[in-house]
């Protein structure tokens, strides 16, 4: 990544703290440890682990379609289609790696499905 931003590198839903309103009030566990670069990788990684959630997890606990959109909208209005599209390269073999590790076949492919569903 090129940039000097601060990036959380586990940008996830469970790392977001929310106010009573739904407003995002702060940002928590960076025990992943920063990375320097361009900070909307971390909305690449948010956006990913919501499409996973998406893909597999039961229908009361799955994130509303207008959370994932929003998160897309923004992207689409911050970040060039190429750099995009390598961000969620980068993610994708990061999750496949993962899923390998410590995954299951069905992570594994869901992974390859999302991968494949912004590269082509």
């Known amino acids: 990544m090129i940039g000097d931003d601060l990036v959380h590198v586990d940008l ?29 990788f971390g909305l690449v ?10 893909a597999t997890r039961p229908a009361d606990a799955r994130p509303t379609p207008g959370a994932v959109r929003r998160v897309e909208q923004v992207l689409a209005e911050c970040l060039e289609p190429a750099t995009l ?7 994708t073999l990061n999750m496949l790696y993962v899923s ?4 299951t076949e069905k992570a594994f492919t869901t992974y390859l499905d999302l991968g494949e569903s912004r590269l082509t």
């Open 12 to 40: 996830t839903v469970p790392n977001v703290l929310f106010d009573s309103e739904g407003n995002i009030s702060g940002v928590v566990d960076w025990n992943y440890g920063v990375a320097r670069g361009d900070r909307r």
């Open 45 to 54: 990684k948010l956006l990913h682990t919501l499409s996973f959630d998406a």
């Open 85 to 91: 599209q390598r961000y969620w390269a980068h993610q």
């Open 100 to 103: 390998l590790q410590w995954g």
